[in-house]
């Protein structure tokens, strides 16, 4: 089958379909999976959360460990998906360790702003489930294609920008607040939520075919990393509308 979420490549469904597990994939499997992961996230976010608001103890150090530590977990999982069952979970538990910090920051700066966008996250979550359920957006190849080249597209952007801070410059419309910002902001919001689709239709597929079940976890981490992606970027576009 050919794998659909962008972090997922040929070589990584070869690697899924050489695995060994008793079992195979299904829908429910991965929701369950999808849920442990969100439980997790949240147990974490809620002690960085905890721990700012406790102004006797930073959170910058946890944030770090946080987002470097996911990252490397997230490599482990791509690369190694039989070791999802594992490094998913651990996953989990890192993002929600920088998760709670930034929210809890923002929070301080725009009251109730993380409220909001955990909201309208879990509501684009339903709608483009809608979507996806009922047909209304079928993912052919092309829509496949053109959200996969506009995900790097904003990959690569988010790549040169970060290249450019490390010489003291960075594009003013990564941060600033202009109608082009917010312009910025609500497009890459829209391609998070389209990745969405992407997500559903390998669950389906993968399940479809008899994926080994460890692909369940795989399932689940590539839906929990678009919603982390999807709730960074709201998180973004809010705060700049605050401004």
Same mark, same amino acid.
């Not at 689709?197 to 460890?214: H, M, R």
């Given at each position: 089958m050919k794998t659909n979420n962008p972090v997922f490549n040929k070589r990584f469904a070869e690697m899924a379909h050489a695995g060994t597990s008793t079992g195979t994939m299904s829908i429910m499997g991965t929701v369950d999976k999808a849920a442990i992961l969100f439980f997790m996230v949240m147990i974490s976010a809620t002690y960085t959360w905890n721990r700012f608001l406790d102004q006797s103890a930073g959170v910058s150090g946890l944030m770090m460990l946080g987002l470097v530590g996911g990252f490397i977990f997230a490599l482990a999982t791509i690369f190694k998906p039989q070791w999802a069952p594992v490094t998913a979970p651990i996953y989990a538990l890192l993002e929600g360790l920088f998760l709670g910090g930034i929210s809890a920051s923002l929070n301080y700066a #725009? $009251?109730?702003?993380?409220?909001?966008?955990?909201?309208?996250? *879990?509501? =684009?979550?339903? +709608?483009? @489930?809608? %979507?996806?359920?009922?047909?209304?957006?079928?993912?052919?190849?092309?829509?496949?294609?053109?959200?996969?080249?506009?995900?790097?597209?904003?990959?690569?952007f988010y790549m040169v920008n970060m290249v450019m801070g490390f010489f003291g410059s960075q594009m003013s419309v990564m941060t600033d607040s202009s109608f082009l910002g917010i312009g910025l902001s609500?497009?890459?919001?829209?391609?998070?939520?389209?990745?969405?689709?992407?997500?559903?239709?390998?669950?389906?597929?993968?399940?479809?075919?008899? #994926? $080994?079940?460890?692909?369940?976890?795989?399932?689940?981490?590539? *839906?929990? =990393?678009?919603? +982390?992606? @999807?709730? %960074?970027?709201?998180?973004?576009?809010?705060?700049?509308l605050r401004d």
């Open positions: #725009y $009251p109730g702003l993380p409220f909001q966008a955990v909201g309208l996250t *879990l509501a =684009v979550l339903i +709608v483009m @489930l809608g %979507l996806y359920r009922f047909r209304i957006i079928r993912v052919t190849d092309k829509l496949r294609s053109g959200i996969i080249s506009a995900t790097l597209g904003v990959f690569l609500l497009v890459i919001v829209g391609i998070a939520a389209f990745n969405l689709l992407l997500d559903f239709d390998f669950i389906e597929k993968a399940s479809a075919q008899g #994926y $080994p079940k460890y692909m369940n976890w795989v399932g689940a981490f590539g *839906l929990m =990393v678009t919603l +982390v992606w @999807l709730y %960074l970027e709201i998180l973004r576009l809010l705060s700049r």
